[in-house]
């Protein structure tokens, strides 16, 4: 699986959205981006997942880029509840699991 | 939305005794995980089971561990003999399929303390 590379750590305001980037520039072409989180010691949430088109659910939106070597996920109004770490996850289309990396620690301030 | 089940939330356990960790899939899931996260640190995959058998491991999966379907509705994670260092949060996961457009559903944990 492509490694990525995630900020350790972000601020964002509440009710500001908030955009987590992600570098993935090894990825190929039958690799789909995942986003997860994972609130305190919670299991972790599948929030988004896409491959080339951007993708928009009721969480998130994902944006990735033409080239799919990076990704942004937005969160459109930021809550408290949004404090996280924010994993993203490139898997093989069929491939068995999950890798996660270190992800981006948001804290959403009031 | 559906939801796997993790039981105990909490296990307290002696160092050399044996533990076994439940957990109750999504009921039409077919691929099943356990992770574990130490505290402060990555969640790390332990050990994907198809098909009643299990598909992939990681170096942490050692001979300590097992891992077991023993009905059409639970799967277990045992560890043998604890160790200290087995003090972690374990994950259950699930996926219907892990083809295109499938999300990995996780559990809340076990949170295993061994002293």
């Known amino acids: 699986d492509a490694k990525t590379t995630q900020p350790p750590s972000m601020d964002c305001a509440e009710g500001r959205a908030a955009n987590l980037p992600c570098n993935h520039s090894?990825?190929?072409?039958?690799?789909?981006v995942y986003w997860y989180r994972q609130i305190h010691s919670q299991g972790p949430q599948y929030i988004i997942h896409g491959l080339k088109n951007n993708e928009t659910n009721e969480m998130a939106s994902l944006i990735i880029t033409e080239d799919r070597k990076s990704s942004t996920l937005i969160l459109p109004h930021a809550t408290l509840r949004d404090t996280a770490v924010y994993y993203c996850?490139?898997?093989?289309?069929?491939?068995?699991?999950?890798?996660f990396g270190g992800g981006t620690r948001l804290m959403v301030k009031p | 939305e559906p939801e796997v089940t993790q039981t105990p939330s909490h296990q307290v356990t002696q160092m050399g005794q044996e533990v076994i960790l439940r957990c109750v899939p999504i009921?039409?899931?077919?691929?099943f995980y356990w992770y574990r996260q130490i505290l402060g640190q990555k969640v790390e995959f332990l050990v994907s089971?198809?098909?009643?058998?299990?598909?992939?491991k990681s170096e942490i999966f050692d001979d300590q561990f097992s891992v077991e379907r023993p009905d059409g509705s639970n799967f277990t994670l045992k560890i043998r003999s604890t160790k200290l260092e087995d003090s972690a949060m374990y994950f259950c996961?699930?996926?219907?399929?892990?083809?295109?457009?499938?999300?990995?559903?996780f559990g809340s944990g076990t949170q295993l303390s061994v002293l």
């Open positions: 089971f198809y098909n009643n058998e299990i598909s992939e």
């Open positions: 090894t990825i190929s072409g039958n690799e789909y």
């Open positions: 009921s039409n899931h077919l691929y």
């Open positions: 996850i490139v898997r093989v289309d069929a491939g068995n699991m999950l890798t």
């Open positions: 996961a699930s996926f219907r399929t892990p083809a295109t457009n499938e999300k990995l559903f």
